[in-house]
């Protein structure tokens, strides 16, 4: 059941890179958004609390939180603005993590600017192919933080 709802968590997310990547031949002006996010601690620890207070309520037996989340893990994202305008479709799961103070923006595509900053971090070679959609500052931020990263829920699927 936990495995589940990360996975289905994860297939959001993935998802929604994926659309991006293959089906949109043309940049994405919405990188620009990602591009220009500036990562903190504290809001990876409270995408990270929202996150985790998410599966555990879905996981607790919410049939229609569950319904929800895999709903929003279904969508096939097309743009940023798509991903983004999930949490305005899906409000339940959004609330979540307005709990936490996070907008609807880092709701929906810190994990993805994490992804990506920490993908760079990880491979610099990437750098040049994730360059529209991240900075050196983001990657120098994974790097940094790469240890407390890796104990996070929803990075680490645990």
């Known amino acids: 059941m936990k495995r589940t709802l990360i996975l289905a968590a994860a297939a959001v997310l993935f998802a929604a890179v994926s659309a991006v990547a293959a089906e949109k031949p043309d940049k994405d002006p919405g990188y620009k958004i990602m591009h220009d996010y500036v990562l903190t601690m504290p809001k990876v620890k409270a995408y990270d609390t929202a996150y985790g207070a998410l599966t555990t309520a879905a996981k607790a037996g919410d049939p229609s939180l569950k319904a929800d989340l895999a709903a929003a893990s279904s969508e096939n994202d097309q743009t940023i603005a798509a991903t983004i305008d999930k949490m305005t479709k899906h409000p339940r799961?959004?609330?979540?993590?307005?709990?936490?103070?996070?907008?609807?923006?880092?709701?929906s595509l810190l994990p993805l600017i994490l992804m990506d900053a920490c993908t760079a971090a990880q491979y610099p070679s990437m750098i040049p192919?994730?360059?529209?959609r991240m900075t050196p500052a983001?990657?120098?931020?994974?790097?940094?933080?790469?240890?407390?990263?890796?104990?996070?829920?929803?990075?680490?699927?645990?």
């Open 138 to 158: 983001q990657a120098d931020f994974c790097k940094t933080n790469m240890a407390t990263i890796k104990t996070m829920h929803f990075f680490s699927g645990q």
């Open 93 to 107: 799961l959004y609330a979540f993590f307005q709990k936490q103070g996070l907008s609807k923006m880092e709701a």
């Open 129 to 132: 192919q994730l360059a529209d």
